[in-house]
């Protein structure tokens, strides 16, 4: 047997022709002796006669050979970049070229920053959390009497558009002191030694402008693990990030410069990033829920002019219930995009809607009421979504339904709208009746048309996923048992598999069992109800929008009971709105308690000089 590169090549000698060969990927132990197994038993070479195994691990120097064109670029461009600016400096930026490459690229605002506490809605705790920062810098005695020590800086995590940025900026206007933010992408640069420079200059320009609040947005990008999948010697990445930590210990309670950071991938973070005194608190910001929502719309609908009929209060509400799953971003721009609508219609107030119309181009993209469809195309879109819609009226644990539309839209060809409630756990139940929504429409296309169209891919993957996540996270397969292990996300190198071939195996099979039972389950429902379906997809291709009202006149009333309005998803949660109020301790968290004390006592000498008549 010879072993080449990652191939391994298997020739059988003795009384077979010599040219008789296999090979195959060695790839892990596993596969490979797995398959120099069964190469064995397929050419029936039995006893003494089989290829024994035996690892050793040598070298011969191939490794640095294959670094060597590494090697050459960097010295190059080490050699370039002490040749300074006769070097390459014409190509540099600007005026200093790369003499100036070193100065941080981080943005200073100091009077312009217009956002307050008011303007952040949906994260109260995090605000609470946010709010000490300030009580800390404005008030520091009433900690450090009690003994206690100040953290210096928090990371803020949380999916994007939740407000991480946001909150950071409406920190510094509260607090009245500047604002400076870098994006950790900025510390990346070709050349070595930027980084540290960059992180240097940036520290000290935060001392410069103390007391003030320094974010870091989008820190994973500096602040990776290090040690991990680089050879030899540390990384650029690596080398910015101790300088950072070197900066960050520098920092004393006195500098008065709070520093937050914003991260969506908070798992990837190196761990001396959070250690005491640096990053000391991690502050969650998650997608807002109904109530966050109804007063983050709160916060947007302010602006706007409104038909004079409509409550802004029960309008923010109504539209909460409407956008489960949306984070601030999204529903600022909602907000937006209503504005837009009612000016393209050359109306002069927003009504709900235009709110409705600015929800679903959200949600589904642009629509596209010019593409054109082959009328085959159409009935099938329409058979799809109406195998969806079916599927999920007689589910009890899917989502109650709000619309279904089959004219295209930038994100695909049909589109549905749900009105999820808002639930944290889930029952293995409640997971396949949502799977078998999911693929009720590959199954329609599949009872009235006997073939199967590319429409289901996204279907597909989202089944897929769940069924992946039911058995490998949740622990919800009796073969594979109570174990839980991470999936990888998008854009994570999978090196390795933390858990054998064996139960890699195992794991495949039991998704597609799990997968080819959900889909049985909705073949069997959808057959029992085609009828039902054929109504709702003929109603469809005649008025291409239909809404729940449709349904209910086509198939009766939904079997289940199901919440459609604000109040209901709220009830039994103890208040209609979020909870705002303030501990005791921070009721003053923006004052400035000692030159408060100052203040008054001037003022009232003032007033006892002009005889109680303040001027
Ligand atoms: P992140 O930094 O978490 O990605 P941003 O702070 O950049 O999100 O949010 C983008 C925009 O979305 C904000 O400028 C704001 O208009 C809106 N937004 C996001 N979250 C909220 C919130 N909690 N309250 C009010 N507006 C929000
Ligand atoms: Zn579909």
Redesign the pocket.
């Known amino acids: 047997a010879i072993a080449y590169d990652q191939v391994a090549i298997v020739y059988l000698l003795g009384s077979c022709s010599p040219s008789q060969y296999v090979w195959f990927n060695i790839g892990s132990v596993d596969t490979f002796e797995r398959n120099l197994e069964t190469a064995q038993l397929e050419f029936g070479i039995e006893g003494e006669n089989r290829l024994p195994v035996v690892y050793s691990a040598e070298s011969d120097g191939s490794f640095l050979l294959s670094m060597l064109p590494t090697v050459l670029i960097v010295g190059f461009l080490l050699y370039t970049l002490r040749r300074g600016p006769t070097g390459m400096g014409r190509t540099g930026r600007g005026m200093g070229g790369l003499f100036s490459v070193g100065e941080t690229t981080a943005k200073v605002l100091k009077d312009e920053i217009d ?1 307050k506490f008011k ?5 109260e705790e995090a605000k609470l959390e946010i709010m000490e920062f300030v009580n800390f810098l404005k008030n520091p005695k009433q900690y450090q009497d009690l003994g206690a020590k100040i953290p210096k800086g928090a990371i ?1 995590t ?12 409406a920190t510094a206007g509260e607090a009245n002191v500047p604002f400076i933010t870098v994006n950790g992408s900025e510390f990346l640069e070709m050349f070595v030694g930027v980084g540290p420079a960059r992180v240097r200059d940036l520290f000290a320009l935060a001392r410069k402008n103390a007391p003030c609040i320094l974010f870091i ?1 989008e820190i994973d990008a500096v602040g990776r693990k290090r040690g991990r999948g680089n050879f030899g010697g540390q990384s650029e990445q690596e080398n910015t990030l101790n300088q950072l930590l070197v900066e960050m210990d520098g920092f004393n309670t006195t500098t008065n410069v709070v520093i937050l950071a ?1 991260t ?1 991938r908070p798992d990837i973070l190196d761990p001396a990033l959070m250690r005491p005194g640096r990053f000391d608190r991690q502050i969650y ?1 998650g997608p ?1 829920d109904i109530k ?1 929502r109804a ?2 719309f709160k ?2 609908l302010r602006p706007l002019k409104l038909e004079s009929i409509i409550d802004k209060d029960n309008l923010a509400r109504k539209l909460a219930s409407l956008t489960p799953g949306f ?7 909602v907000c937006n995009e209503a504005a837009l609508i009612a000016a393209r219609h050359l109306s002069d107030a927003i009504n709900q809607k235009h709110f409705e119309q600015a929800i679903e181009r959200v949600i589904g993209g642009l629509e596209k009421k010019t593409q054109v469809l082959q009328p085959e195309e159409k009935k099938t879109v329409a058979y799809h979504e109406a195998g969806h819609a079916v599927a999920g009226w007689f589910l009890e644990h899917a989502d109650p339904l709000l619309k279904v539309s089959i004219i295209p839209r930038g994100k695909g060809l049909g589109y549905a709208q749900y009105l999820p409630r808002e639930q944290y756990l889930y029952t293995k139940e409640q997971l396949l009746d949502r799977m078998c929504m999911t693929l009720g429409g590959r199954v329609s296309e599949q009872i009235f048309f006997g073939r199967i169209t590319t429409g289901a891919q996204d279907d597909l993957k989202k089944v897929t996923q769940s069924a992946y996540a039911q058995i490998v996270q949740f622990g919800m397969n009796e073969k594979v048992g109570q174990i839980s292990f991470d999936l990888p996300r998008q854009g994570d190198m999978v090196l390795e598999k933390p858990y054998s071939e064996a139960t890699a195996r195992l794991i495949d099979e039991e998704v597609r069992t799990l997968i080819n039972s959900a889909y049985e389950r909705t073949v069997t429902l959808l057959m029992e109800k085609k009828a039902y379906v054929e109504k709702v997809a003929l109603r469809l291709l005649e008025k291409e929008v239909i809404d729940k009202s449709d349904m209910v006149e086509l198939l009766g009333p939904r079997p289940f009971a199901e919440k459609s309005t604000y109040e209901e998803f709220v009830e039994g949660t103890g208040s209609l709105d979020e909870d705002t109020s303030l501990p005791e301790g921070l009721k003053d968290w923006n004052k400035d308690r000692e030159k408060e004390k100052e203040e008054t006592t001037d003022e009232q000498i003032a007033r006892q000089i002009t005889g109680g008549i303040p001027f």
Not at 119 to 123: E, L, N
Not at 327 to 333: K, L, W
């Open positions: 956002v303007d952040v809605a949906g994260c803020l949380g999916p994007p558009g939740t407000g991480k940025t946001l909150l950071a900026k947005d914003g969506n910001i807002p966050g007063s983050i916060v947007h984070s601030g971003a999204d529903i600022a721009n």
